[in-house]
């Protein structure tokens, strides 16, 4: 009797399985220790909300594997080749810090294993280090900054001061910035790099800007060197005389409510804010609220786009490492970002651009998006790929 | 280079602000290595649960419950691991010691990312010290001079302390020889663990008076180890005087270093200590003549 119930029970188990279903096995390289932390949660949440969502419209099923980075090369590294030579995954996802980025490129390249990079925005990684194996459905630095130059001459500011982290993400986030307004006809009357993640003080800097008679300041900030920049800048009342602009890391509702109120008229242009308004927008946003209790940030986004453009890579039927590379690079869609797609030529996203102002709202701080300005795929930058084969 | 004389003063204003609170940070680490030979790398990270204690403080009773509860339950921190740890840890040597506090940096850091998490908090400045004042005609915030004021206020009640107080006579005599300081009755067991608590408390309230400048993350106990460092092998080892002049000294590097020489702003503390380090080895002012 029991042996019966047991064969029963067996075949039953068999059966229920969906004979054609292809299981794609995903590796997410993110940091869930470390300084970036917050940001490896908000992806992987948003990338979890995406299979939940759309993993129905695929026949494919996805199996994840979570790998913590630390947000260190040589750990990532190490993770990285655990999860292609052990885990044997057909792609991985995720990536927050461009260092981290930079150490695994040679390895996915090499090993041919799909990766699709849900942050880390050093334009070389689609510039002159780009790989057929690497796409990237975050941003890179000067995509975000470059339509802002020239919107901010169009409001006719003509002198800005610039101050940003010395480092490869600052200096390229404000190349992208001071290339477009110069070309409008702007003048850059200060330019300052301050040691990363050794500044505390921005009292000594906020002093330099205030005398170099700016008319505006443009900055690059993220996460707590943003907050301490926003708040010291308020404190030293410059924002009445010298509005503050920036790249939209500078304001993310990630970190907003801890600025406050000093976060306040501060106008950035990011490629997402929780306020676009569209129909798939909306319903991220109360998605994402009713699965963690935040309003999604950019970094959640990135994630739940992600895994959005994994499922649309398998929709075409791909589903080893060759074929979801391939796929991958053709992938477009629209999302809560407004529509995307996938550039061949360089594999980076191309997205819209969105200028917003941070403006008291119901829940604490809220995005008022002043601007849309059009999507444009990046500069060549020195890549060269195979095309893909259809 | 603008020659505003309200520019220079701003930055004056800036040098002495960071110079506060890293002597508010220093002068413990200093006073417990000296009076106990004790390195405690974690004094940062006590620093950073001070920040963290003030912010969540705030959020139930407002900016001045997180100021004087912050230095309290980092103190409370003290007693604890100095019953439970530092005491077992008194005699095993230099090397033993370092090690223990440098694995107590990640465990505390762990336990804040566990109970606060990563995203960083804030914390609201009361009426009182919110705003500007004019000082030589450039407006000013007050939270930075009240900074000042602070570490100024702490370091004259600790002079004070040091030089005319009987306890005060008693720490310097531990300072000075612990074994004989003992051979004269003096209790210097007890006398370590209260300057002990004193030093976490001091922490503690660095971290509080930090809390509403930068912003409250968990590794921000590491990033602000390495200045305390600088400013205690600068100043000398063990003494108020050494840690006030470190301060000063790294303040006023720091900040006119940045806007000098902007490039060589991240290398010319160490520069400095690396001087101090060849012509005087024992920093400017040690405890110890």
């Keep these: 009797m029991k042996t019966t119930i047991l064969a029963a029970l067996g075949l039953a188990t068999v059966l229920s399985m969906p004979a054609s279903a292809e299981e794609v096995k995903v590796g997410l390289l993110l940091p869930f220790s470390g300084v970036y932390a917050a940001l490896g949660n908000d992806i992987e949440a948003g990338f979890e909300l995406a299979l939940e969502e759309y993993g129905s419209e695929t026949e494919a099923t996805f199996s994840l594997m979570r790998e913590d980075t630390e947000v260190k090369p040589p750990v990532a590294l190490a993770k990285a080749k655990k999860l ?24 996915i390249d090499g090993a041919g294993v799909p990766l699709i990079v849900a942050n880390a925005g050093n334009d070389e990684a689609t510039g002159a280090h780009c790989s057929p194996f690497i796409t990237r459905m975050s941003f890179s630095n000067g995509q975000v900054n470059r339509p802002m130059g020239t919107w901010l001459f169009d409001q006719g500011i003509t002198k800005v001061f610039t101050l940003a982290p010395d480092y490869a993400a600052g200096r390229q986030m404000i190349d992208g910035f001071t290339e477009t307004f110069t070309a409008a006809g702007g003048e850059i009357v200060g330019q300052e790099f301050t040691p990363f993640q050794k500044t505390q003080d921005f009292g000594p800097f906020l002093a330099k ?28 009342g410059l924002k009445a005389d010298l509005p503050l602009f920036g790249s939209g890391f500078l304001t993310s509702p990630l970190y907003v409510n801890a600025e406050g109120p000093a976060a306040e008229g501060v106008i950035t242009a990011l490629h997402y804010v929780p306020t676009i308004d569209n129909p798939e927008n909306a319903a991220f946003v109360s998605a994402f609220l009713q699965k ?53 030529a360089t594999n980076n996203i191309v997205q819209p651009i969105y200028v917003y102002e941070t403006v008291p709202g119901e829940f604490g701080l809220s995005q008022k998006v002043l601007a849309e300005l059009p999507a444009s795929a990046d500069p060549l930058n020195g890549c060269a790929m195979a095309p893909v084969s259809n | 280079m603008s020659l505003d004389p309200g520019f220079w003063a701003l930055q004056t204003l800036n040098a002495l602000q960071l110079s506060m609170l890293l002597f508010l940070l220093s002068i413990g680490l200093t006073v417990i290595f000296g009076l106990m030979h004790f390195v405690n790398l974690a004094h940062g990270s006590l620093y950073a649960l001070g920040a963290y204690v003030a912010a969540a403080a705030a959020t139930v009773g407002g900016y001045w419950t997180g100021f004087f509860l912050a230095p309290v339950a980092v103190a409370g921190l003290g007693i604890l691991l100095y019953s439970g740890l530092i005491r077992r840890m008194r005699k095993s040597g230099p090397m033993a010691q370092v090690l223990v506090t440098f694995g107590l940096i990640f465990a505390l850091l762990d336990l804040t990312r566990i109970v606060w998490g990563d995203i960083a908090l804030a914390i609201e400045l009361p009426a009182l010290l919110d705003g500007r004042v004019s000082v030589f005609g450039i407006g000013y915030p007050v939270y930075r001079l009240f900074i000042i004021a602070l570490g100024l206020a702490i370091f004259t009640a600790l002079a004070m302390v040091l030089k005319r107080t009987q306890i005060g006579a008693m720490i310097r005599a531990g300072v000075d020889n612990d074994a004989m300081a003992a051979c004269l009755g ?6 370590f663990f209260i300057v002990f608590c004193v030093g976490c408390a001091l922490a503690g309230l660095a971290g509080a008076v930090a809390a509403p400048l930068l912003s409250v993350t ?7 180890l390495i200045p305390t460092l600088i400013v205690i092998v600068i100043g000398g080892l063990g003494s108020l005087q050494g840690a006030i002049a470190g301060s000063l000294i790294f303040g006023f590097v720091q900040t006119f270093g940045a806007v000098l020489a902007p490039q060589l702003a991240s290398v010319l503390i160490y520069a400095l200590l690396a001087a101090v380090l060849v012509i005087r080895p024992m920093g400017l002012f040690p405890a110890k003549g």
């Design chain 1, 209 to 236: 800007a205030k005398a170099s008679g700016a008319e505006a300041v443009y900055v690059f900030y993220a996460g707590g060197e943003a907050i301490s920049f926003v708040k010291q800048y308020d404190s030293f």
């Design chain 1, 292 to 344: 963690t209790g935040r309003i999604p940030s950019e970094y959640a986004v990135q994630g739940f786009d992600a895994a959005r453009a994994l499922i649309e890579a398998t929709k075409t039927g791909a589903s080893d490492r060759d074929s979801l590379a391939n796929a991958l690079r053709q992938v477009h869609f629209d999302g809560p970002r407004g529509t995307l797609s996938i550039d061949p």
């Design chain 2, 186 to 191: 003096i209790n210097v067991e007890r006398l």
């Design chain 1, 84 to 107: 292609i030579l052990q885990d044997k995954v057909d792609v991985m996802a995720g990536i927050v810090s461009s260092g981290v980025l930079g150490a695994v490129r040679d390895l």
């Design chain 2, 218 to 224: 968990p590794d921000m106990g590491l990033q602000i």
